[in-house]
């Protein structure tokens, strides 16, 4: 069903107030003046279903000036060598940029979707997934819900550096990685500092998304640089860094939906290993759906040992099962729940573990 134009215009402006506020100032910008003008924002009522949102809009920015790199825009554009800020001529220059485009923009947007891979949420999940781990025996399948490339389930072959309040360090993953990932930890009232062991054991793993990223092939990998926002260049040299880590052993990807083809997905991984599912900022995108997954996600665990680690905003995923945690409530548009969800027969054990930053810079740990 298509969105209205009012309705895509509130949503650009909860984007550049909410979530690229204090992260993105050039999108932050690019957003609100977005929301303003009918044009520009009358681009997104060629989005499929629910796709109408401002990280689609800016995704598709992105690529047509990674087209077209000499453009006078792409000074505010670190991603394709850019420095400068934020300026009177930066709307006025986007607005022309995109119009004279449009046909192009529409045709991006009519048929892509946001595919973030954002590596760093790797050092969010890792200490629940190890968790899961050491409840499971030690070796653990691996299976992402949302996997875009896949790059989250190289997890076990990163190396992570944790900083703590007062100084304390806490490392783990292999000692030569290709990828290195530092995420702050800090505790909330109560809590402990985690256990993170050195090393975690995965057999086996596979991806689920609707439309999986095939990273051989160039334009594919460039839509996934795409949506990384454009100011945040270390961001996308993360990228590449891993996409070319997992080019050495890539993961089976497979094609399907979230919530229909979960147990098609899970029944590719060996039965004897217990098994993990991820999801990192998937479950706001499956809408009325969310129920139905958690209901397959139980059908699952009914035939198998399975785990549920989830990076997600609570009313997205924790809240169904865990309800009346208002301190877990996302009050700035940023802030998700890392949880862990194990069946016992119907009846879920669910733990809030940490409270996160969208990309991964920062993670609270909770009382459990």
Not at 7 to 24: D, N
Not at 26 to 36: F, Q, R
Not at 125 to 138: D, H, R, T
């Amino acid at each position: 069903m298509p969105i209205g134009l009012d309705e895509i215009k509130s949503r650009l402006r909860k984007f550049a107030t909410a979530e690229a506020a204090g992260v993105s100032p050039l999108y932050e910008h690019l957003a609100a003046k977005a929301a303003e003008d009918d044009d520009v924002a009358g681009l997104l009522t060629d989005a499929r279903g629910g796709e109408a949102r401002g990280t689609l809009l800016m995704a598709t920015a992105h690529r047509l000036i990674q087209a077209d790199p000499i453009h006078p825009l792409s000074r505010y554009y670190p991603s394709v060598g850019g420095f400068d800020g934020v300026d009177s001529e930066t709307w006025p220059l986007f607005r022309s940029f995109l119009l004279e485009r449009a046909d192009k923009a529409r045709a991006i947007i009519s048929s892509r979707y946001t595919q973030t891979n954002e590596v760093r949420r790797a050092a969010l999940l890792y200490p629940a997934v190890a968790a899961a781990a050491k409840e499971a025996g030690g070796k653990i399948a691996l299976l992402e819900v949302g996997c875009s490339a896949g790059l989250l389930l190289g997890l076990d072959k990163y190396a992570y550096r944790y900083q703590c309040d007062g100084g304390e360090q806490l490392t783990a993953g292999p000692a030569k990685a290709a990828v290195g990932l530092h995420c702050a930890l800090d505790l909330a009232p109560g809590a402990v500092t985690p256990k993170v062991p050195k090393k975690l054991t995965v057999t086996a793993r596979a991806g689920l998304d609707r439309a999986p990223v095939d990273l051989t092939d160039e334009d594919e990998l460039a839509w996934l640089e795409a949506c990384v926002w454009a100011d945040q260049p270390d961001r996308i040299r993360l990228l590449r860094t891993a996409a070319a880590a997992q080019a050495k052993q890539r993961p089976e990807l497979i094609a399907g939906d979230a919530v229909d083809d979960l147990a098609a997905a899970a029944a590719t991984l060996p039965a004897d290993a217990p098994l993990v599912v991820l999801t990192s900022h998937v479950l706001a995108y499956l809408g009325e759906r969310r129920a139905e997954f958690l209901d397959r996600l139980r059908d699952l665990a009914g035939k198998r040992p399975l785990w549920w680690v989830s990076e997600e905003f609570y009313g997205s995923a924790l809240e169904p099962l865990l309800p009346g945690r208002a301190d877990l409530a996302d009050t700035n548009g940023g802030t998700a729940v890392l949880g862990l969800v194990r069946w016992e027969g119907d009846t879920p054990d669910v733990r809030a573990l940490a409270r996160t930053a969208p990309h991964g810079q920062r993670m609270t740990w909770l009382p459990i």
